[in-house]
């Protein structure tokens, strides 16, 4: 997935994006992969969680590229730089945590620090439709997302249609729910290990995390309602009328 970012960014591109931002950077482990694939760019992650910007740091100021990485703790709808800071911005699986159904102001923050031009890549699930879930399912969904501690899951059209109401024109969505059934089958292995691992070294219950892995994959199989996408999108040159 890490490689698939790169190439959307352009890595092998004659002038790759030379400011980029990574929106909910957790441990940092896609900035490492993509410091070392976009050499002559510098990547500022952002992050909520004070604990996991603690180990992505550690990480970074192991690795030769701490002098072209950034890490930034802030909520990514309100991101303390200045406007038009960045040429290219990608999120993997943290879009999804942005307030409300289109995620519109997790997009505003992003069309605020893109230069006209500049593209983002967003990796996400999302829901496949508007019309409501049927009842089980539904259920089962406000459960996984209330483990997951998300509000709400966007709808891929809905999302779209906010990106290019913000000004984001060249709006590509790619289905790749299939690609990451492997990622999937790997689920009822990490469950185990964890269990494993609680039961033998007497660590800390995963009870939340385990429950969200599996109410996932419960959902996984609904493909006419849920997905994972790749969307890409550049933002306009053209400056929005209020
Ligand atoms: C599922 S994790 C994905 C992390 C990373 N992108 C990855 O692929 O490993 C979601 C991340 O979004 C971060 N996050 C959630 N809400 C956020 C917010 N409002 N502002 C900044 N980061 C946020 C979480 O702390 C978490 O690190």
Same mark, same amino acid.
């Given at each position: 997935m890490n490689q698939e970012v790169a190439n959307l960014l352009g890595h092998k591109q004659e002038n790759p994006p030379k400011e980029i931002l990574e929106i909910g950077c957790g441990y940092g482990a896609t900035?490492?992969?993509?410091?070392?694939?976009?050499?002559?760019?510098?990547?500022?992650g952002v992050n909520l969680s004070a604990e996991q910007?603690?180990?992505?740091?550690?990480k970074i100021a192991a690795s030769r590229h701490a002098?072209?990485?950034?890490?930034?703790?802030?909520n990514f709808q309100a991101i303390p730089f200045q406007a038009d800071s960045f040429d290219a911005a990608y999120t993997l699986e943290s879009a999804c945590y942005g307030d409300g =159904? $289109?995620?519109?102001?997790? !997009?505003?923050?992003?069309?605020?620090? *893109?230069?006209?031009?500049?593209k983002l890549v967003v990796i996400d699930g999302f829901k496949k439709h508007s019309h409501s879930l049927p009842g089980w399912i539904d259920r089962i969904q406000r459960r996984c997302l209330t483990a997951w501690e998300m509000t709400s899951l966007a709808n891929i059209d809905g999302f779209t249609a906010e990106l290019k109401s913000q000004g984001f024109t060249k709006v590509a969505v790619k289905d790749i729910s299939w690609n990451i059934l492997p990622t999937l089958i790997f689920i009822p292995i990490v469950v185990?290990?964890?269990?494993?691992?609680?039961?033998?070294?007497?660590? =800390? $219950?995963?009870?939340?995390? !385990?429950?969200?892995?599996?109410?996932? *994959?419960l959902l996984s199989p609904f493909k006419r309602h849920f997905g994972y996408f790749v969307v890409t999108c550049t933002k306009s040159n053209v400056e929005l009328e209020n």
């Open positions: 900035m490492l992969q993509l410091l070392e694939l976009l050499p002559t760019s510098t990547i500022t910007l603690t180990i992505a740091e550690q002098q072209r990485a950034h890490l930034q703790q802030a =159904e $289109t995620k519109a102001k997790f !997009i505003s923050e992003a069309a605020r620090l *893109l230069q006209p031009g500049g185990l290990k964890l269990l494993a691992a609680q039961l033998v070294q007497k660590e =800390e $219950t995963r009870r939340q995390y !385990i429950q969200a892995l599996l109410l996932t *994959l």
